[in-house]
Antibody, heavy 123, light 108 residues
Framework: QVHLVESGGGVVQPGRSLRLSCAAS????????IHWVRQAPGKGLEWVAVIWYDGSNIYYADSVRGRFTISRDNPRYTLYLQMNSLRAEDTAVYYC????????????????WGPGTTVTVSS | SYVLTQPPSVSVAPGQTARMTCGESNIGSKSVQWYQQKPGQAPMLVVSDNSDRPSGIPERFSGSNSGNTATLTISRVEAGDEADYYC???????????FGGGTKLTVL
């Protein structure tokens, strides 16, 4: 079965850093782009970042560009999100989600989602 | 900037048809996805590329996209369809994914 599982969430003070991980299984990780999507409490979905299957292209939402870094380790079947200079408005459930089409992220959406990991930024 | 507009709520009686819209100028030129999210759960893809259903999604779910409006239609609505529904596109001009604000479907 195809699975994504996030980890690394927690409570962190404003200005500090946190690294999220997303462990994949059940599919050939190196052939799919992967997104990070977040959801603040009681709010809608907000796309955060995406990395191409081979890491060749990376894009960020304006709200996190310059503070967050997405990366992947294909042999380890793991995706990462390094979050620096965290703000209260970064408080959310963070999901990793697989692009539904191999080798592209621009069509087909996100077909596999993890259960999410919660990040709380508070002093 | 690109904004996807969804009505905040839609209500429908069981057995009836629910239609939820996603609006933006010339959205008909883009590939639109729809996601269902129930409380406490991760989103689930129910329609991709405007009208394709992923494996396991009932035929009651269908999508269309033309002009300035994309539509998710759920026929023969059941109590279990009650959820938040989000539309999503990839903006090729700016290289980012965009979600609509979501529509809460209430089954009366």
């Amino acid at each position: 079965q195809v699975h994504l599982v996030e980890s690394g969430g927690g409570v962190v003070q404003p200005g500090r850093s946190l690294r999220l991980s997303c462990a994949a299984s059940g599919f050939t990780f190196s052939t799919y782009g992967i997104h990070w999507v977040r959801q603040a409490p009681g709010k809608g979905l907000e796309w955060v970042a995406v990395i191409w299957y081979d890491g060749s292209n990376i894009y960020y939402a304006d709200s996190v560009r310059g503070r967050f870094t997405i990366s992947r380790d294909n042999p380890r079947y793991t995706l990462y999100l390094q979050m620096n200079s965290l703000r209260a408005e970064d408080t959310a459930v963070y999901y990793c989600a697989r692009a539904s089409s191999p080798t592209t992220v621009t069509r087909g959406g996100m077909d596999v989602w993890g259960p999410g990991t919660t990040v709380t930024v508070s002093s | 900037s690109y904004v996807l507009t969804q009505p905040p709520s839609v209500s429908v009686a069981p057995g009836q048809t629910a239609r939820m819209t996603c609006g933006e100028s010339n959205i008909g030129s883009k590939s639109v996805q729809w996601y269902q999210q129930k409380p406490g759960q991760a989103p689930m893809l129910v329609v991709s590329d405007n009208s394709d259903r992923p494996s396991g999604i009932p035929e009651r779910f269908s999508g269309s996209n033309s002009g300035n409006t994309a539509t998710l239609t759920i026929s023969r609505v059941e109590a279990g369809d009650e959820a938040d529904y989000y539309c999503q596109v990839w903006d090729t001009s700016s290289d980012f994914a965009l979600f609509g604000g979501g529509t809460k479907l209430t089954v009366l």
